[in-house]
């Protein structure tokens, strides 16, 4: 009587969890109702145009080839930079800036540049062409010494530039600036008017 009222007891907690173990299958849930979509969100304020007209290019010292030639009896040093963004219509209305890691207390320095150092007065100038910046340098003792900066170039499409500061129109990719005030400027301040980011 002992063992079959166990036998029995066995019987049915085995039933009773085969029974509660195949009734738990997940297909037999339902799905919950979905939830109530949150309101519009308020439109965001538009982002700062960007710059697709205006490229800047760095060229480190080990990327530059200097060779000397002379001209009027002036011994220079020069090197080409191929800069392809300097089409035809860059040469007739767009603007090309270079600017050399002098640091003088900036990172960038406008060239043209002169600057007088152990005894001797030293001249950076450049000139375009399609394609190409040519980098001239040379001293007033007629000697030469190759540089050892980096050199950055911004070439800006465009037009013409005859806005003003005030007359920041979207159709002048100049920004409204003129060629003059253009010129004037450092590399920070054109970093900053362009929107070019380094």
């Known amino acids: 009587m002992k063992i079959t009222y166990n036998f029995i007891r066995i019987?049915?907690?085995?039933f009773t969890f085969i029974?509660?173990?195949?009734?738990?299958?997940?297909?037999?849930?339902?799905?919950?109702?979905?939830?109530?979509?949150?309101?519009?969100?308020?439109?965001?304020?538009?982002g700062q145009d960007g710059n697709a007209n205006v490229i800047s290019r760095t060229f480190w010292s080990s990327q530059i080839t200097?060779?000397?030639?002379?001209?009027?009896?002036?011994?220079?040093?020069?090197a080409e930079l191929e800069i392809p963004e300097i089409t035809q219509a860059v040469v007739e209305n767009g603007v090309v800036l270079v600017y050399g890691s002098f640091f003088w207390g900036q990172p960038w320095s406008a060239i043209p540049v002169s600057y007088y150092e152990n005894g001797k007065t030293n001249y950076f100038s450049y000139g375009i062409k399609i394609?190409?910046?040519?980098?001239?340098t040379h001293r007033d003792d007629n000697t030469l010494s190759q540089p050892t900066i980096a050199f950055r170039i911004v070439t800006i499409e465009g037009i013409p530039a005859t806005?003003?500061?005030?007359?920041?129109?979207?159709?002048?990719?100049y920004h409204g600036y003129s060629w003059e005030e253009i010129k004037a400027m450092d590399y920070g301040e054109i970093a900053k008017a362009f929107n070019i980011s380094d």
């Open 163 to 173: 806005g003003t500061l005030e007359d920041k129109s979207k159709d002048n990719p």
């Open 66 to 78: 200097w060779n000397q030639t002379s001209l009027y009896g002036i011994n220079y040093l020069v």
């Open 11 to 14: 019987l049915i907690i085995s």
């Open 19 to 46: 029974v509660s173990f195949t009734n738990c299958s997940p297909e037999d849930g339902r799905d919950g109702l979905d939830g109530l979509n949150g309101e519009q969100g308020p439109q965001g304020e538009p």
């Open 131 to 136: 394609g190409t910046v040519t980098l001239r």
